[in-house]
Nanobody
């Protein structure tokens, strides 16, 4: 059974930084694309960033240049370094894993079948 546990959220002023972590259980973590998503109050869940098993990266336009996704396969952990945070980055952030190893960076949200409980990020002005 795969379990994902996020941590690292909190309250930060605009312009500040946070680093989110997602610890994953389950076998062959390195074979799967991992993603970060977020959902703000009253809005739909949206894609933030993804990293393939080989370390290829993909970002939403809204975070490109400010956020960095990375992974440590030895620790079964994926990270999201968030810099230059804006008030519009306020959301509940989720990490997720794709359902099968063949899903790459362009996997749609529906291809992610394991989700964490989320960690809240609040950016104040």
């Amino acid at each position: 059974q795969v379990q994902l546990v996020e941590s690292g959220g909190g309250l930060v002023q605009a312009g500040g930084s946070l680093r989110l972590s997602c610890a994953a259980s389950g076998p062959t973590f390195s074979n799967y694309t991992m993603g970060w998503f977020r959902q703000a109050p009253g809005k739909e869940r949206e894609f933030v960033a993804a990293i393939s098993g080989l370390g290829r990266l993909r970002y939403a336009d809204s975070v490109a240049g400010r956020f960095t996704i990375s992974r440590d396969n030895a620790k079964n952990t994926v990270y999201l370094q968030m810099n230059s945070l804006k008030t519009e980055d306020t959301a509940l952030y989720y990490c997720a894993r794709v359902s099968a190893p063949w899903w790459g960076l362009l996997a749609p949200m529906g291809a992610y079948d394991y989700w964490g409980q989320g960690t809240q990020v609040t950016v104040s002005s």
